[in-house]
């Protein structure tokens, strides 16, 4: 069955970077594509980015300058890079995969990982 | 950016009665002839579950009871009769022409 499993280092250091992973299993991501969307503690969610079957990535313009995302097919991974965190940072991040239904690609997400939860403190 | 505004921000409804939920854009997410709006629950500790796509669309394995309407800048989520297991807070989501990705603010239903 589908699944996505993130995966990152609970707590980083103010001014710091965060690398975490999304490992999928049950569909390919040469066929799927992943977001990256993230939910601060009590607070609702931000989209951060998505990257597309074939490579192709769009970032929320207001994080860009901090966000990379690139992806390992052959591992079914998906790898988010965040730099200069800063206390608000601190949330929930979670990978999820984008809809695709007969073939028809709809914008929305339809399987999400548990999340892994970041820390951001001295 | 296109903005979301749900609205209420909380609502109790009564076991059995409708919920309504709002969520208005600040410009139109219609384009290629649909209406590219999402809405999911979230319940707390867990992630938030994809319930309506495409305005209108149910999800797989989503009771019937939850349903999707509206069109261009205007989308609601309706609930009847609501049940005990649908209190949770309800997001809408949509994505523009170039792809960006927003969600509303959220909606915390109660059930009384």
């Known amino acids: 069955q589908v699944q996505l499993k993130e995966s990152g280092p609970g707590l980083v250091a103010p001014s710091q970077s965060l690398s975490i992973t999304c490992t999928v299993s049950g569909f390919s991501l040469t066929s799927y594509g992943v977001h990256w969307v993230r939910q601060p503690p009590g607070k609702g969610l931000e989209w951060l980015v998505v990257?597309?079957?074939?490579?192709?990535?769009t970032y929320n313009s207001a994080l860009k300058s901090r966000l990379s995302i690139s992806k390992d097919n052959s591992k079914s991974q998906v790898f988010l890079k965040m730099n200069s965190l800063q206390t608000d940072d601190t949330a929930m991040y979670y990978c999820?995969?984008?809809?695709?239904?007969?073939?028809?690609?709809?914008?929305?997400?339809?399987?999400w990982g548990q999340g892994t939860s970041v820390t951001v403190s001295s | 950016d296109i903005v979301l505004t749900q609205s209420p921000a909380s609502l109790a409804v009564s076991l059995g009665q409708r919920a309504t939920i709002s969520c208005k854009a600040s410009q139109s997410v219609d384009y290629d002839g649909d209406s590219y709006m999402n809405w999911y629950q979230q319940k707390p500790g867990q992630p938030p579950k994809l319930l309506i796509y495409?305005?209108?669309n149910l999800e797989s394995g989503i009771p019937a009871r939850f349903s999707g309407s509206g069109s261009g800048t205007d989308f609601t989520l309706n609930i009847h009769p609501v049940e005990e297991e649908d209190a949770a807070t309800y997001y809408c989501q949509q994505s523009n022409e170039d792809l960006m990705y927003t969600f509303g603010g959220g909606t915390k239903l109660e059930i009384k």
């Open positions: 990257i597309w079957s074939d490579g192709s990535t």
């Open positions: 495409a305005a209108s």
């Open positions: 999820a995969r984008n809809s695709l239904k007969g073939g028809l690609l709809y914008y929305a997400m339809d399987y």
